[in-house]
């Protein structure tokens, strides 16, 4: 679980020359950016249950991260703790530690909505208001009482979410009147209108079409230089095409017959995809289970 | 060549079959008919009530009952005015109090309130309960409490007090209801962004939640203004001659005007008194007109 540093670089393994695998927009990975999450022995319990446990890494900034693994591991809830979206789930706690920059997040001192404000999130099944695109993506700016023309907001986050050139001309047409792909890019202009830092994708695409989904990948490239992005994907290539950092998960079953998620392995892309440590990982990836 | 019933498939029926014509469905016909049966039995006891109400009530559907106020010796002159305007103050007074208290008290049952606690459940166990009790009961309570205890007296302000709790547990339930079917997505989205629970609560859950709160304060509502006894037992008095003129004065309502009338012998006061019903269902139905276009204009289609 050691990360590997710059020097040594990806090999044309057999098991990546099987994937997608694109090394040379990679420079930034091997950058050791400051860290904006330190995860330490991080464990969720929902009540008794026990669904994820001793996770460990670190989400640096400016580069994606990847979260992969079999159904059931863990994933999505480590991703929810991110943005404490866990606290609304009645029972749930965390034990362990994560750091947020300097501060610790879990702390008790912590305001969880100026939390939410700079860690967005974007949904697995695209979730736009029922509202009109412009008071979908104004909704964030409003509620945080954000300063500044609305209309240029509006404007800049559509155009980071690459929307504008499609709706400019329907505002104040309904948010739900978009295709699939349309509207998960609408919530990810919401998300980036209220300026986060960390940007939190839980399988963004995975309710969407092949076309939807390059495209939000490309997106993902461009969001990679203004924000830090943790992506959860059930799709390995998509991983390994637009990740800088990968953590894989498994589902573990204890003598109960309960299952447990807990991270395995977590480095950078070009290893885990080249030359993994863990064998279990390398079974992952070349599709021996999951 | 091995022949289907060699290898173990079934053998096929010689006879091609065809996708048409239509076959007969006995229990999608049957279905059908019942369901049209219960419409058509609802509607034939409205429309006879309908009917006959207008029908009866016809020759003193005039000027003179919204104009004139009641008279005991000249029924010719009777008028309704102060039942009239009476119900409007009423329900007017009541929809203020219950809507407001009925959908707050339902979005911190939903919202805010911890369902895993002991007396969160039993609250909501018998919210239920009291849609149940009759309505007498709550004249009597209005009269206990509000009138002596409270001292409001026999005012317009203690009827609408009194119908306000009656009518509570439907507004409470009804928006209970719509609340809890706004998708959680739309309120895991608001909150993602950073907008506080009262936020989300008031420009998200709300919002979506209208048309649900809307059917529910047009059944409660429509509950009220037809309630006679709880106000008889809290003095709303049948002879009246004013209108009411501020929240501590005396009132009728149509209700109980309406009942007044028909215990009378003349056969004039059958006939005003079914004039008085075409009234009060014309109020009801522009009461419920409002809160049907507010459910309309909620309800437009995203």
Known sequence: ?290 | MTSPAEVGIPPRDERAVRLGPTRRRPAEVLFHGLLLTSLIIGLIFLVTLLVYVVARGWPRLDARLWENFNSIRRPERAGAQAAIFGTIWVMGLTALLCLPTGILAAIYMEEYADKTKWWNRAIELNLQNLAAVPSIVYGILGLGIIARQFGLGTSIITAAITLSLLVLPVVVVASREAIRAVPSTIRDGSLALGATKWQTIWKQILPAAIPGIATGSILALSRAIGEAAPLLLLGAVTFVAFNPDSLTSAYTVLPIQIYDWIRQSREEFQVLAAAAIVILLAILLLMNSVAIYIRNRYQKRW
Request: hydrophobic share 35%; charged share 30%; net charge negative.
């Open chain 1, 1 to 290: 679980m050691a990360e590997q540093t710059a020097d040594t670089p990806a090999e044309g393994g057999g098991l990546s020359r099987s994937l997608d695998y694109r090394e040379s927009s990679r420079d930034r990975a091997t950058r050791d950016t400051e860290a904006v999450f330190s995860v330490k022995d991080l464990g969720v319990y929902y009540g008794d249950y026990l669904a994820v446990r001793d996770t460990n890494l670190t989400v640096r900034r400016y580069q994606i991260t990847a979260m992969i693994g079999p159904s059931g591991c863990g994933k999505s809830t480590i991703l929810r703790c991110f943005n404490r979206m866990n606290d609304l789930i009645p029972g749930a706690r965390v034990t362990g530690k994560i750091q947020y920059h300097d501060e610790d997040l879990y702390g008790p001192d912590i305001d969880t909505i100026e939390v939410r404000r700079r860690i967005g999130m974007v949904f697995q099944k695209p979730n736009p208001f029922p509202k009109s695109i412009y008071d979908n993506v104004a909704y964030g700016p409003r509620v945080n009482k954000i300063k500044g023309n609305l209309d240029d907001i509006v404007e800049e986050a559509l155009v980071g979410a690459a929307l504008w050139d499609e709706v400019k001309d329907q505002l104040k047409s309904s948010g739900l009147a978009l295709s699939g792909g349309q509207q998960q890019r609408l919530c990810i202009a919401r998300t980036i209108a209220v300026k986060p830092e960390v940007i939190l994708m839980d399988e963004p695409c995975a309710a969407l079409d092949p076309i939807a989904t390059a495209k939000i990948e490309d997106l993902m490239g461009e969001l990679a230089e203004r924000y830090t992005i943790v992506i959860v994907t059930h799709n390995m290539q998509q991983a390994a095409r637009v990740s800088d950092r990968t953590a894989f998960f498994t589902a573990e079953v204890d003598e109960q017959g309960v299952r447990h998620g807990r991270l395995v392995e977590f480095d950078l892309t070009s290893t885990i995809f080249s030359k993994p440590s863990d064998k279990r990982t390398e079974d992952y990836i070349t599709g021996r289970f999951g």
